[in-house]
């Protein structure tokens, strides 16, 4: 995780391309049947680092996919606080985008629900909140993309 933690930070601090590069050489390391936990946090950042929407879509399928097989003993040996249910807006929040980014709506609307139903799984800190506001967000941002040319969108005042 050391490893793992250090590369995204790199990709925080305007290293990108070096971040990607570390992250991919770990992914092989790990492969893909190591310890899910690991797979989960580096396909869920490595998703993050892609150019290509397809290529963010794959890692991210790659971090639900891993989270499918994780348990909260695994994840709460990492942190104590932490629990699997709570990864699921997150991932399936990310989903959504990626197929919004592919012209996909009807697999985002199916992605956002699947967050929405999820959102009670996060605490109620700032975390969460980050969340459901990105979940309203690209909820509206759908609402829009299927707005008929010449049709006007309610006010959601």
Same mark, same amino acid.
């Given at each position: 995780m050391?490893?793992?933690?250090? &590369?995204? +930070?790199?990709?925080?601090?305007? %290293? =990108?391309?070096? #971040?990607?590069?570390r !992250? *991919?050489?770990?992914?092989?390391e790990?492969?893909?049947?190591?310890?899910?936990?690991h797979?989960?946090t580096?396909?869920?950042?490595?998703a993050?680092?892609?150019?290509?929407? &397809?290529? +963010?879509?794959?890692?991210?399928? %790659? =971090?639900?996919? #891993?989270?499918?097989? !994780? *348990?909260?003993?695994r994840?709460q040996?990492?942190?104590?606080?932490?629990?699997?249910?709570?990864f699921?807006?997150?991932l399936?929040l990310?989903l959504?985008?990626?197929?919004?980014?592919?012209g996909?709506?009807?697999?985002a609307?199916?992605?956002? #629900?699947l967050?929405?139903?999820?959102?009670?799984?996060?605490?109620d800190?700032?975390?969460?909140?980050?969340i459901?506001?990105?979940v309203?967000?690209?909820?509206?941002?759908?609402?829009?993309?299927?707005?008929?040319?010449?049709q006007?969108?309610?006010d959601?005042?």
């Amino acid at each position: 995780m050391a490893s793992i933690v250090e &590369a995204v +930070e790199w990709g925080r601090t305007g %290293r =990108a391309g070096a #971040a990607r590069e570390r !992250l *991919t050489t770990l992914w092989e390391e790990i492969g893909p049947t190591g310890d899910p936990f690991h797979r989960c946090t580096l396909a869920h950042y490595l998703a993050d680092l892609q150019d290509d929407p &397809a290529d +963010e879509l794959r890692w991210d399928l %790659r =971090a639900l996919e #891993a989270a499918d097989t !994780l *348990t909260d003993e695994r994840a709460q040996r990492y942190h104590a606080s932490l629990a699997v249910a709570a990864f699921r807006p997150s991932l399936q929040l990310n989903l959504a985008e990626d197929y919004r980014k592919l012209g996909r709506p009807d697999r985002a609307s199916e992605h956002l #629900a699947l967050a929405r139903e999820s959102l009670p799984t996060l605490g109620d800190d700032a975390y969460g909140q980050m969340i459901r506001d990105a979940v309203e967000r690209l909820g509206a941002t759908l609402a829009l993309d299927s707005t008929p040319v010449g049709q006007e969108v309610p006010d959601r005042a």
